[in-house]
C-alpha cells in the first residue's frame, strides 16, 4: 500500500441502502432449507441422526446467542444455560397445561405445521421472553461488575435456579383437576420438582430447529453490521473509548443479555420438547453453561462461523466418539487441550468464514 | 461566555486527593493547554470533565449547561469529545468501522461523511489503512486514528489527552500541525501534554497544574519565556 489519492473516498460498505427484498432473503432462503431438511433428512438418515443433527441446531442457537455476551460485548457470562432452562420451562408449561385446557390432554395434536405446533412455536416465543426478562435483572449486576465477579453472579443465578425448580410442585395430569386447580395449586408452578417436568408434548422437529436457527444467526450477523452491535464491540475492546464516543454503556450491556437470554429462552422451549428429553432443574446447571461457553471460546470470540462450527463439532464429537465408549470424554478434553494450545484465539478467531478465502489484512 | 468554565474543582481517589480546588476556562476557539508534571492532575481534570471520574466538589459548565455528575455517554452526546490517553483505538476492529463509532451518536448522514471525509483529508495516513485492523497500525497511526474518530463526531470541544505519548519527535511534529489545523477550521481545543515545549507553541493560552492544584496561567507565549517555566519544564538552565 503506498500513496492512495486522499481526495477520492473509495466506496465503502456503510450507507448503502438496504430494500426489503435483500433483508427478508436470509430468514426465506434459512427457513426453506429448514423445511427442506425436514422433508429429506429423517427419512434417509434415520431417527438417531436426525436427533444428533436436531441437537446441533440447539447447541447453534445457545452458541451463538451466548456470542453476543461473551463474545461481542466482551462479558464473560457462565450462566446461559439457566436462561435457556427457563425458556424450557415456560414453554413446556404453556404448550402442556394448554394443551389440557385446550384439547383435553398433553399428547401432540395436529400433524407438521398443525394447530399444536404453532401452539408450541408460540409457546417458545414467549418462553425466550420470560428468559429476555431474566437477562435483564442478571444484565444489571453486570454494570457493576466484570470479569470474573460478574462471571460468579451469573453462575450463581444458573445455580439458584436449579435450586428453587427443585422446589417446584408435582405435574398435574389430570385433565379435570387442571380445569379446578386453584391458585395455590399453581403457586409454586406444577412443573415436577427435582425429578423434572415430563410428559410435554414432543413437537420438536428439524424445521422448527432450524427455523429458529436461521432467526437467530440473522439476528447475530445483522447485530453485528449494525452500529448497535459495533457499540457492543466497542466496550469489548475498550470500555473508555467506548464512553468517551457517545457510547452508553450500561444500555449496551443490558441489552446484549436481554438478547441472549431471549434466544436462549427459545432454545430452551425447542430443547424441552424434544423426544427423549424431560427438562429437568439440573439443566439449569453450571456443566450446561460450560458446554456453551466453551463453544464460543472455541469458535473465536464474536465470530458468528465460527461458533456456529464449533457448537456441531462438540455437538457432534461425543457422538461419533461413542465406540471409544467410556474414553471418549478424554479424548474430548485432549482435543480441548490441544485446540488451546495451538490456537488460543479459536477457530476463527474474530473472523467469519467467508473472510479466509480473501487477502488477509 | 467561555464554552467550557471549571470552577473550583475537587477530586479524590479514596483519601487521596488529585485536585484541590482548580478553575479554568476555555474560550471557544481557543487552544489551551494544561502543563505539569506527573502525577499533577492533568489527565484526573481531563477524566473529571467527561465524567470519567465524579468530582466530590466544584461545577463544570459546558456550553451554558452543568455537566458535573452526568454520564460519559451523555457528556460526549453534547459535542465534548475525549481522547483519553493512549488513544483507546478498538484494536480489533477496522479502522473503517472505528471511524463509524466515532459517528455513534449521529444521524445526520450527510455531515457525517462531509466530517469523515475532512478528517481523513487532515489524515492522509488513516485514509490509507482504512480496511486494515486498527491494532496493526503504528503507534502514530493510531493516535491520528484516535483523533480522526474524535472529529466525526464532530466536537465542540475536544480534548486530547498526551497525544504525543511514545511518539517519534517527526509524527509528534506531524500530530501538532493537524491539531492546529483543526483549531484554525473552528474547533476548541483543550490539550494536556507532558511535552511542554510542543503544547506551548500550539496554545494560546496555557495553565501549570502542579499537585493537584494551578500554580500559572497565562498566555502561552509569554508562559514558555517565563524563567519558571523554562527551569521546571522546558529543560532550560
New interface residues.
Given amino acids: 500500500m503506498s500513496t492512495t489519492p486522499p481526495a477520492m473516498l473509495p466506496a465503502t460498505t456503510p450507507f448503502h441502502p438496504v430494500g426489503p427484498v435483500v433483508t427478508a432473503m436470509p430468514f426465506v432462503i434459512g427457513i426453506g432449507a429448514a423445511f427442506a431438511l425436514q422433508a429429506v433428512l429423517p427419512g434417509m438418515v434415520g431417527p438417531y441422526y436426525s436427533r444428533v443433527i436436531g441437537d446441533i441446531g440447539i447447541a447453534m442457537i445457545l452458541a451463538v446467542s451466548l456470542n453476543i455476551v461473551n463474545g461481542m460485548t466482551g462479558q464473560f457470562s457462565i450462566g446461559h444455560a439457566g436462561f435457556m432452562t427457563i425458556g424450557g420451562y415456560a414453554a413446556g408449561m404453556i404448550t402442556y397445561y394448554g394443551s389440557f385446557f385446550l384439547w383435553n390432554g398433553a399428547s401432540v395434536h395436529g400433524g407438521f405445521l398443525g394447530s399444536g405446533e404453532w401452539l408450541f412455536a408460540v409457546s417458545c416465543i414467549v418462553g425466550g421472553l420470560v428468559a429476555a426478562l431474566m437477562g435483564y435483572v442478571v444484565g444489571l449486576p453486570s454494570l457493576r461488575l466484570r470479569g470474573d465477579y460478574l462471571a460468579i453472579v451469573t453462575l450463581g443465578f444458573g445455580e439458584i435456579l436449579r435450586v428453587v425448580l427443585q422446589q417446584t410442585n408435582k405435574v398435574l395430569d389430570d385433565a379435570e383437576a387442571i380445569r379446578t386447580a386453584g391458585w395455590s395449586q399453581w403457586f409454586p408452578p406444577p412443573v415436577g420438582a427435582a425429578i423434572g417436568f415430563a410428559g410435554i408434548p414432543k413437537y420438536t422437529n428439524l424445521f422448527w430447529i432450524y427455523t429458529f436457527v436461521t432467526i437467530t444467526v440473522v439476528v447475530a450477523y445483522r447485530l453485528k453490521q449494525s452500529s448497535l452491535g459495533r457499540a457492543m464491540i466497542s466496550i469489548r475492546e475498550d470500555e473508555i473509548a467506548a464512553q468517551a464516543m457517545g457510547v452508553n454503556i450500561a444500555r449496551q450491556k443490558v441489552l446484549a443479555f436481554v438478547m441472549a437470554a431471549f434466544f436462549a429462552g427459545v432454545a430452551g422451549g425447542l430443547f424441552a420438547h424434544e423426544k427423549g428429553v424431560i427438562i429437568s432443574p439440573k439443566d439449569a446447571g453450571f456443566q450446561r453453561s460450560f458446554d456453551y461457553v466453551i463453544m464460543t471460546v472455541l469458535g473465536g470470540r464474536g465470530s458468528i462461523t465460527g461458533v456456529m462450527l464449533a457448537a456441531t463439532i462438540l455437538t457432534a464429537l461425543p457422538e461419533l466418539l461413542r465406540d471409544f465408549d467410556q474414553y471418549r470424554l478424554i479424548v474430548f478434553a485432549l482435543l480441548l487441550i490441544v485446540m488451546m494450545l495451538v490456537r488460543p484465539q479459536g477457530l476463527f478467531g474474530i473472523h467469519e468464514i467467508w473472510h479466509f478465502g480473501r487477502k488477509r489484512r | 461566555m467561555p464554552l467550557l468554565s471549571i470552577t473550583d474543582l475537587s477530586v479524590s481517589y479514596g483519601s487521596i486527593q488529585a485536585l484541590r480546588g482548580i478553575s479554568l476556562h476555555v474560550d471557544e476557539g481557543e487552544i489551551v493547554t494544561l502543563i505539569g508534571g506527573n502525577g499533577a492532575g492533568k489527565s484526573t481534570t481531563l477524566r473529571t470533565i467527561?465524567?470519567?471520574l465524579s468530582p466530590r466538589s466544584g461545577t463544570i459548565e459546558f456550553d451554558g449547561h452543568m455537566i458535573q455528575g452526568q454520564?460519559?455517554?451523555g457528556i460526549?452526546?453534547s459535542r465534548l469529545?475525549?481522547?483519553?490517553e493512549g488513544?483507546?483505538?478498538?484494536?480489533?476492529?477496522?479502522v473503517?468501522?472505528n471511524l463509524?463509532?466515532?459517528a455513534?451518536?449521529r444521524h445526520d448522514?450527510a455531515a457525517i461523511?462531509a466530517d469523515?471525509?475532512r478528517a481523513?483529508?487532515l489524515f492522509?495516513r488513516v485514509?490509507?489503512?482504512?480496511?486494515?485492523?486498527a491494532g496493526t497500525l503504528s503507534g502514530g497511526e493510531q493516535q491520528m486514528l484516535a483523533i480522526a474518530?474524535a472529529l466525526l463526531?464532530r466536537p465542540k470541544l475536544l480534548m486530547l489527552d498526551e497525544p504525543s505519548l511514545g511518539l517519534a519527535p517527526q509524527i509528534v511534529q506531524t500530530i501538532f500541525q493537524v491539531i492546529r489545523e483543526i483549531n484554525q477550521e473552528g474547533t476548541t481545543i483543550l490539550l494536556v501534554e507532558q511535552n511542554a515545549s510542543m503544547a506551548l507553541q500550539v496554545a494560546h493560552r496555557a495553565y501549570v497544574l502542579e499537585v493537584g492544584s494551578i500554580q500559572m496561567e497565562g498566555d502561552a507565549k509569554q508562559l514558555a519565556a517565563s524563567d519558571d517555566v523554562r527551569k521546571a519544564y522546558l529543560g532550560a538552565h
Fill in positions: 467527561s465524567g470519567l454520564p460519559p455517554h460526549a452526546q469529545i475525549h481522547v483519553p488513544r483507546g483505538i478498538f484494536a480489533n476492529l477496522t473503517e468501522e463509524q463509532l466515532g455513534y451518536f448522514k461523511r469523515r471525509e481523513l483529508t492522509p485514509h490509507e489503512r482504512l480496511q486494515q485492523q474518530r463526531a
